[in-house]
């Protein structure tokens, strides 16, 4: 116990005042009313300072007491007790209010009264890692690598939380970004293969652009492209631009950062029974809380089952996915993360494009069905195993520096057998086949460590960011096939002999990549309200290829580098308006694709300028970004028209254009989604004089989306949750000549879910939901440009039911 004479003594010192202003000069804030706060974790006595502007309290006398100590910041709606209390969780300090209303902060182990903490409204618990119970997120680890404000950070980014997967029971992570703005997560129709995502017009998944956990998922083909499960995801982030700095060989449209579950300090347990369309059967659980009563250890464990068709006859979308987790944390300086995954796809291939004729254009013979299968029950399979594992380790080495290495081994083996089509015969009924077999491993190593500081000097607040990455990736992929008996696309007879396909394996080598990049990202916000970001990065890649078909050894090796900055201001207006803007680069060896004739390509750059507002009202869950920009693809590949398996170069691509994208809490019940984008895509150089100044092929210039959902709050009905949205995919082309459009098309959604324990408390965390996607059930065409003069039928309407209890 401390002395009355210490205590008397530390007040004497001048330790920190807080004084209430007088009425006439700034309001005064009553103990029971709140406002929001956004402020981030690190020094106390600046976050303090903040605190003291935001609240209308003013700080008098020495700042002694908080020299050195930090907070976990504050996020949220909060009284002013309350906000104060929150902010100094941890840092041994608690305060008093004083006969004349001012607030003294003093020693807790002092003998003056420790203020109980006042209940809060909102949700305090919001990371870029941690779960967020709502569908507003406020924070991100993508944009800088550092837990940050998406309000202060100077380029458009979106979060897609755990809630609103929940509430919209997406099926791949391409469904996930529906309703995200600029991105076309669905932009090669119906695969269960993998995700091909679309940010600004440029594929990001081809390009390197699909993270998780801040570490870059890579194949080198695409048949070995990771696929990740969405019910072992805590929110999925979109970073759109170039990253380059940070990151860096990236796609120039942005990147997809996926965040894993993580283990949880309070008790998590869930089950998940769903069925629902094409004969799906599925089965989740989830489990989480602490291993030890001290809190130094606690777990994850998700896992599925899944049996499930697809709308295409015959093909399957089964799946085996565990993925435990364990977090130590020995102190409050020190935590470490293990997360590992194990997922198991047994499939016959759900990827097959039909004629053009009879599917985008009449045929004699009327429309092709969607659910046609072009190859043979008896023969395809399409089998993928992956596994991961990895650690996210971090260390504050002291009130300034901390220090980070995240690290992943992950490794994936894929083996297919598929006949495809390849064009329509003459009589508009016949189509010619390929049967082709194949497998490839695939092995991926990463490891990331940076150092963070975060230090003031006077108004000044320093995030600085200094590090090194690297990367060691290999691939062995053997490929090849011949002509198999052509099938009638009307009228198909399946159960054929192939048992005598020679496999002519034209494919037949071994691919190396390794990267090393040095990085350096400074963050500086001066005088609350101005916010700057600069950043540079070197890569040096190194490629080779052994094609063992030819026997040569390492007969292709390639060598790239480069060096890409990025730079951006912002301004913190007091009423929640922040106008920004930012320049961006990317940068990306073009090792994944090879000519016909065994050559490699000159690495493909990127460069951004983007210019917005983000608009947040003051104290609510809202915001508004409003963005416009110019991107630059140099050097781009795309699939070579002679083999579909090889790759040309086709200059440069510009995407020029104006995002909009809203998410409002607009009170406890209701929910708003809305975004809008248009990009302006333009060929500016080619090596084919008919493409230049079209527009790239399936590039919709137009992608808009609209979701709401209403809860319940009272009554009869309390609990019950309608939701309903509406996604536009504006016309595009079959290809760079232009030479035939692919008519726009509208989509509707819609959700239902009801918690049980409205009923009987017996029902306490039970909930029912349905949901349904394309609801109208719209026939369309989303891709076209296949071998053969093909495209690919979008996704039919899709029904699930399930059954989830929480306890």
């Known amino acids: 116990m401390t002395s009355p004479s210490r205590a008397l003594r530390a007040r004497t010192l001048g330790l920190l005042l807080l004084s209430v202003q007088p009425l006439c000069s700034l309001p005064v804030f ?30 008098a006398g020495s ?244 049996e499930s068709g697809t709308q295409i006859d015959y093909a399957r979308d089964d799946r085996q996915f565990i993925a435990p987790a364990i977090s130590w944390r020995p102190s409050e300086d020190t935590s470490l993360t293990v997360l590992a995954s194990f997922q198991k796809d047994r499939n016959v291939l759900g990827y097959y494009a039909l004629p053009r004729v009879g599917t985008l254009d009449s045929s004699r013979y009327g429309r092709i069905a969607t659910d046609r299968f072009v190859g043979d029950p008896d023969f395809d399979k399409y089998d993928v195993e992956q596994w991961s594992l990895g650690y996210q380790f971090e260390h504050h080495l002291n009130d300034i520096w901390t220090f980070r290495q995240n690290a992943r081994y992950s490794r994936s083996y894929q083996e297919q057998r598929t006949i495809y089509q390849y064009g329509l015969d003459d009589d508009q009924r016949t189509v010619g086949r390929f049967g082709y077999l194949g497998h490839e491993e695939v092995k991926n190593a990463l490891l990331d460590n940076h150092f963070q500081a975060q230090w003031n000097v006077g108004r000044f607040e320093h995030t600085t960011l200094v590090g090194i990455d690297l990367q060691h990736a290999s691939t062995n992929q053997l490929g090849g096939g011949n002509v198999v008996d052509p099938l009638d696309i009307y009228a198909p007879v399946y159960h054929q002999d192939y048992s005598d396909l020679d496999a002519f394996y034209d494919i037949n080598q071994r691919r190396q990549l390794d990267q090393v990049g040095v990085y350096l990202s400074e963050q500086l916000k001066f005088d609350d309200h101005w916010v700057f970001n600069l950043g540079g990065r070197q890569d040096w890649a190194r490629s080779k290829t052994i094609h063992y078909a030819t026997d040569t050894a390492a007969d292709l090796k390639q060598r790239d580098h480069a060096f890409t900055w990025r730079t951006g201001v912002m301004y913190l207006g007091d009423n929640g308006v922040a106008p920004y803007a930012s320049y961006s680069e990317s940068f990306f060896p073009n090792i994944t694709a090879v000519a016909r004739d065994g050559s490699a390509f000159e690495p493909e750059t990127g460069r951004q300028y983007e210019v917005g507002i983000k608009f947040q009202p003051k104290g609510s869950d809202s915001y508004v970004t409003v963005s416009l920009f110019d991107l630059t693809r140099q050097n781009v590949l795309t699939a070579d028209p002679a083999n579909n398996r090889f790759s040309v170069a086709t200059g440069e691509i510009q995407s020029r254009g104006i995002e909009l994208e809203s998410k409002a809490q607009l009170s406890d019940a209701l929910e708003l989604m809305a975004n809008y984008s248009y990009s302006h895509l333009e060929i500016t150089r080619s090596n084919t004089a008919d493409e230049k100044s079209n527009q790239p092929g399936n590039t919709p210039e137009q992608l808009a989306s609209l979701w709401s959902q209403y809860t319940v709050q009272s009554g009869a009905l309390s609990g019950l949750a309608i939701g309903g949205g509406v996604r536009y995919v504006g016309p595009s082309y079959i290809d760079s000549q232009n030479s035939e459009g692919i008519p726009h098309y509208t989509l509707f959604d819609a959700s239902l879910s009801y918690d049980l324990g409205k009923l009987s408390s017996s029902y306490a965390g039970a909930k029912l939901a349905l949901n349904a996607s394309n609801l109208t059930d719209e026939t369309y065409v989303s891709q076209c440009g296949y071998t053969g003069d093909s495209c690919k039928y979008g996704y039919r309407r899709n029904v699930t039911g399930s059954l989830s209890y929480n306890w």
């Open 30 to 59: 009553a103990a029971g009313s709140s406002q929001h706060y956004s402020i981030d974790a690190g020094p106390l006595d600046a976050a303090l300072s903040r605190f003291g502007a935001q609240a209308g309290i003013t700080m």
């Open 63 to 306: 700042s002694t007491l908080t020299a050195g100590k930090n907070t976990q910041g504050l996020q949220g709606d909060f009284s002013t007790e309350a906000g104060l209390t929150q902010l100094l969780l941890g840092s041994g300090l608690t305060y008093q209010r004083q006969d004349d209303g001012s607030l003294l902060l003093v020693p807790s182990s002092s003998d003056v009264l420790e203020l109980a903490p006042t209940a809060i409204s909102g949700t305090a618990y919001d990371t870029s890692l941690g779960r967020n119970d709502g569908m507003v997120a406020s924070r991100t680890m993508s944009a800088n690598k550092t837990d940050t404000s998406i309000m202060e950070t100077p380029q458009s980014i979106s979060v897609v939380t755990r809630k609103q997967i929940d509430a919209q029971q997406p099926q791949s992570i391409g469904q996930v970004l529906r309703y995200t703005a600029g991105v076309n997560g669905e932009a090669n129709g119906v695969d269960t293969r993998r995700d091909t995502i679309s940010i600004r017009g440029f594929d990001a998944t081809t390009g390197g652009g699909i993270y998780r956990d801040g570490l870059r998922q890579y194949s080198f083909a695409n048949q070995s492209r990771a696929v990740g499960e969405v019910y072992g995801l805590e929110r999925v982030e979109v970073l759109r631009g170039p990253s380059s700095v940070l990151y860096g060989q990236s796609s120039p449209g942005g990147m997809v950062n996926v965040i894993s579950k993580r283990p949880t300090d309070e008790p998590l347990h869930e089950l998940v029974v769903q069925a629902g369309s094409f004969d799906r059967k599925q089965l989740a659980a989830d489990f989480g809380g602490p291993l030890s009563d001290d809190g130094v250890l606690s777990y994850r464990l998700t896992g599925l089952w899944r």
